[in-house]
Nanobody, 120 residues
Framework: QVQLQESGPGLVKPSQTLSLTCTVSGGSITSAYHYWNWVRQPPGKGLEWIGYITSGGSAYYSPSLKSRTSISRDTSKNQFTLQLSSVTPEDTAVYYC????????????WGQGTQVTVSS
């Protein structure tokens, strides 16, 4: 069974870059037909899709966050990483990584989520 675990700092200062890593176990991030996603949920709001990286290494981003977002991967560690630059308090949220099956759009597994607070 595939498991995902987010890690990274829980507190980031405004204007800095938020960096989170998702470590995947029980399956390879290079396996076909999978998209490796980042999703966040600000306090009191719904889920917001941030972007994903494909099993082939191509990355796609939400238009509203594209200018500040980068998703990359380290296949040797079976990890993928989110970087969000120039953060503001509005980027405070619980951040999740998730595996999506590409041909169905099903969110198959989620990480537990990690709280990130942007504050000076």
């Amino acid at each position: 069974q595939v498991q995902l675990q987010e890690s990274g700092p829980g507190l980031v200062k405004p204007s800095q870059t938020l960096s989170l890593t998702c470590t995947v176990s029980g399956g390879s991030i290079t396996s076909a037909y999978h998209y490796w996603n980042w999703v966040r949920q600000p306090p009191g709001k719904g889920l917001e899709w941030i972007g994903y990286i494909t099993s082939g290494g191509s990355a796609y981003y939400s238009p509203s966050l594209k200018s500040r977002t980068s998703i990359s991967r380290d296949t040797s560690k079976n990890q993928f990483t989110l970087q969000l630059s120039s953060v503001t308090p509005e980027d405070t949220a619980v951040y999740y990584c998730a595996r999506v099956i590409s041909y169905s759009g099903e969110y198959a597994e989620w990480g537990q989520g990690t709280q990130v607070t942007v504050s000076s």
